[in-house]
């Protein structure tokens, strides 16, 4: 039987980072307001556990992005599928990442994509040219994690 996965990313401001990957990838933006609402009634966490992030409550620390196709929880508003989660850590980043995301446009249209990617504040680092075989750019995300462009 196949497991389930998400992808879990560091950060320093995961709602941020959340919000970039979600237009990156055209991914949603998990909404646990619903679940918040219903601890807080039950008394189970306090205010120290939340902030508030674009007019909604979210997990202190903690967001999520998931495919909108992929099913998921209507009360926790976690998805059952394709989904990063982004926990917030006290350090910085501090090397090359050991694992990546490459983000596949139309073909034809890597430009197009780098260029979006750029508007939401990627940063192009270096192009990768493999010939007959195409090419791709190395970019980096708002927080300085390496992803590809292709």
Request: aromatic content about 8%; hydrophobic content about 40%.
């Amino acid at each position: 039987m196949a497991l389930s996965w998400k992808l879990v990313i560091d950060s320093r401001d995961a709602a941020t980072l959340a919000d970039f990957w979600a237009a990156a990838l055209e991914y949603e933006v998990e909404d646990p307001s619903a679940l918040i609402e219903q601890l807080q009634g039950a008394g189970r966490i306090g205010e120290e556990a939340i902030v508030e992030h674009r007019g909604r409550k979210i997990f202190r620390g903690y967001a999520a992005v998931r495919h909108p196709d992929d099913p998921f929880d209507a009360v926790s508003g976690i998805g059952r599928g394709r989904r990063l989660l982004f926990q917030e850590v006290p350090e910085g980043k501090s090397g090359k990442n050991r694992l990546h995301i490459d983000v596949h446009g139309e073909p034809g249209g890597l430009d197009k994509l780098v260029n979006r990617l750029e508007e939401l504040g990627a940063t192009r680092v270096r192009e990768v040219d493999q010939g007959p075989a195409g090419h791709w750019w190395i970019m980096l995300d708002p927080e300085g994690n390496e992803f590809c462009a292709t």
